[in-house]
């Protein structure tokens, strides 16, 4: 469960939420995570596979067949085998305890390359566990989320070195590196050590008591390991004090955060500007909490309290990774907004980050987005919107496949109205993303499939805006059968957005005041009882309203020409519009949507006018210079020392 508090002044305060231009990052839409799998071919793997066909090598090679089948062409896999190239006798053991072979390195999957050597495959040899991780991990990237995915029969018989210390080495080179492992009819002893691996690395383990059992979760573990969430921005370090805090520039930044420290960062602020500042913490994969919470505080020039702070509490902490948001806007420079006398000019204001944490004593990898909302000096666009979109008829048509993404930065792009679908896995916490202009809203709802020997957990969705901030949620438990989200037959919907939302009271209604891309997270808990499968979802989505002209940004209070600035939040393959970047609304308060090629037409007398008027200043300025270069020369103005102060806060 997330709880959002926020600490305000006792004065009235205009929260508001704006989405500027978005630009690629650093991670494409949809990358996929690096993975390593290690399939055991050791003697025991002859054994036959009870109630099947052929021995559980057969069963292994089937597994990994289907496996291939389904990964996305581009997926980084490798495939490394133990115990193919030796026998099982007393002399071979040297050799065969260092009998790992790498059949494909990590890169775009060669699918007939990796089938024919997994079908030339001859169970034979020993079992090398610790070595093959050394070398599966060795074929990984250095840095990055990356996972191995181990599939064995039984314990290892070439220790040392002990397969769970192997792992626990491996963990302290890099907090994402995980590994999955797969007991293939193990027993109680084999069990127990790759549990270990799995917990020491803060990956999963699972059971597979037959071949149908392994060909199932083979697929599901290899496709939940590609799976990415890369914490993404420009290297940033927040201080310690305040007033040594770096200045930030609009965009997206990187640092990190332990549970013991507060860390500052700046952003100036013009008159009339608007920020909206958002945290992100990112918490890795096996390292289960209880409580976190993350807070942010603004201060205004010269430390002024300016009586805010925002902060989002996790009760049922990151089991298994995950991401904790909090966003704070700010516009006290706004002309007409009631704020402490401090926090109403412009200048340097700072923002703190702090982090509480139950159990967690990590440090964590911590994204930070500043987004700058210049004031609006002619149309504000539409009028309010109130009424919700409607979801009376669901979308209609087939499911269209999709792959989620791990986080905002790469959540995935539904294209409009329409039913989408994939498989998520317990633990996970998938991000879809749908582009709303000006004048556009959406609804959806999310229907969790029956699973009947699912173990009890928790489901969950909730709808973001452009800038993290939660609109709306829906939880419940989930017990195998199907359910939909939110309960009752209803949706999760906004208005249409319109730049005056943000005067509402309703919350839903408040943060639609923004276009750009709303985004929809999907989350299924990690059960009581162990589980390897998956849960089939079905998103269905509608978006209605045609786009409309947005607000109109002219010149700042100091006369400079002003325009919303982008970020870097998310990637986009197709980019995102920036507010205003429409057709530009007419001057006043009202919503004068004009075509484009009329206003053009209006306005051209004008623009011939203002042509003319700068042809005779130009020459009348001539003329003058000339007469001066015949003129004796004048006296020399007076000297500044540090040159005339035109600092704004100096100005009448």
Known sequence: MIRRFATVAALPVLTVTFAFGNVTSAHAEGELSPVMVVLDSSGSMTARDVGGSGTRMDAAKRAVGSMIDGLPAQAPVGLAIYGAGTGSSGSEKAAGCHDVQVVQPVKAVDKPAIKRAVNAAKASGYTPIGQSLRIAAAQLPKEGQRSIVLVSDGEDTCAPPQPCEVAKELHRQGIDLHVHAIGFRVDAKARAQLACIAQSTGGTYHDAADADALLGVLGRVTDRALRHYEPTGQPITGTADPFTAPTMAPGQYLDTLSPVEERFYAADLKAGDTAYFAATAVFPR?????????????????????????????????????????????????????????????????????????????????????????????????????????????????????????????????????????????????????????????????????????????????????????????????????????????????????????????????????????????????????????????????????????????????????????????????????????????????????????????SLPWIILGAVLVLIVAIVVAVLILRRRKSPMPPAPPTYPNGPDQSWSNRP
């Not at 409580?291 to 902490?317: N, W």
């Not at 969705?461 to 939660?470: A, C, I, M, N, W």
């Not at 923004?514 to 849960?535: C, E, R, S, T």
């Open 286 to 602: 096996g390292n289960p909490r209880d409580i976190e919470v993350l807070d942010i505080k603004i201060t205004g020039p010269g430390g002024a309290d300016c009586y805010r702070s925002e902060r989002e509490l996790h009760t049922r902490a990151k089991e298994d990774g995950g991401a904790l948001t909090t966003v704070l806007s700010w516009n006290g420079t706004v002309p007409g907004s009631a704020k402490p006398k401090g926090c109403s000019v412009p200048g340097k204001y700072v923002f703190r980050v702090t982090r509480d944490s139950k159990d967690g004593t990590d440090r964590v990898p911590l994204e930070l987005q500043l987004r700058i909302e210049p004031p609006v000096t002619g149309s504000f666009g539409e009028p309010a919107q109130t009424g919700l979109v409607d979801f009376a008829q669901q979308p209609a048509g087939a499911v269209q496949p999709v792959r989620g993404g791990g986080s905002f930065n790469e959540a995935t792009t539904l294209t409009g109205s329409g039913r989408f679908g994939e498989t998520i896995y317990n633990g996970e916490e998938l991000y879809y993303r749908v582009k709303l202009d000006w004048g556009q809203g959406l609804a959806y709802r999310v229907t969790f499939s029956a699973v009947p020997d699912a173990g009890t957990t928790n489901i969950r969705t909730g709808l973001f805006s452009p800038v993290r901030s939660e609109i709306k949620f829906d939880t419940t438990a989930y017990t195998g059968t199907t359910n939909i989200l939110p309960s009752g037959g209803k949706a999760i919907a906004t208005p249409r957005t319109a730049y005056l939302n943000r005067n509402a009271t309703d919350a839903v209604v408040r943060e639609s005041s923004i276009d750009g891309w709303y985004y929809i997270v999907v989350k299924l808990g990690a059960p009581f009882a162990h589980q390897a499968g998956g849960v089939p979802v079905t998103i269905d989505v509608a978006v209605a309203g045609d786009k409309v002209a947005g607000p109109a940004y002219g010149t700042s209070t100091s006369g400079t020409a002003s325009t919303p600035t982008p970020s870097t939040e998310t990637p986009s393959a197709s980019p995102s519009t920036s507010p205003g970047s429409g057709t530009t609304a007419g001057q006043g308060s009202g919503g004068d949507t004009k075509p484009a090629a009329d206003k053009t037409a209006a």
